[in-house]
């Protein structure tokens, strides 16, 4: 009698414990993938030497342009790789950006975003005129920063003399197809 009453404990505990590990291991999965995850764009690295700082709370990364890898969609410019963060938080972002052979043609600034679950921010940076809306036209965007050149313009007809940083976003689980 005694050995059957602690064979069942034993087989008590042990199924207990499987089942609570599984359900661990079950919910970090998902945790997982609900991360907020950031691309960074810059269809303009043939002309610019581009810095970026981004830290999340955690940790801390730099992207320069050999960081920049094509992407399958070649109208959406070459990104640095997605890097997993925090859910809740904010994210910031040091941008530098300097016209190759020319570094007194500068633009810098800073952005924070909001952190949250399951979304992915796409970051795009593009030189325009002053004054110009660079998301017309853009199924997707919701926001966009501008940032002043200083020194000499972008030479092209017309100057092109604002660094845009434009914002995007999409679920990571439950992306919407544009």
Known sequence: MKKTGIQFRLFAAILGWTVLLSGCSLLGANMEKAQAQISVSDQLLANFEVYLIVSDGRSEYEFRNENFKPRDNPTTGPATPAISTPKSGNLKMKINVALKGKETSTSSGNIELPLKEDWRHSI???????????????????????????????????PENMLYVILTGNFIEREVIY
């Open 124 to 158: 795009h940076l593009i030189t325009g005129q002053k004054g110009s809306d660079p998301t017309m036209g853009c199924f997707g965007c919701s926001d966009f920063y501008a940032f002043d050149f200083e020194g000499e313009n972008v030479q092209s007809e017309p």
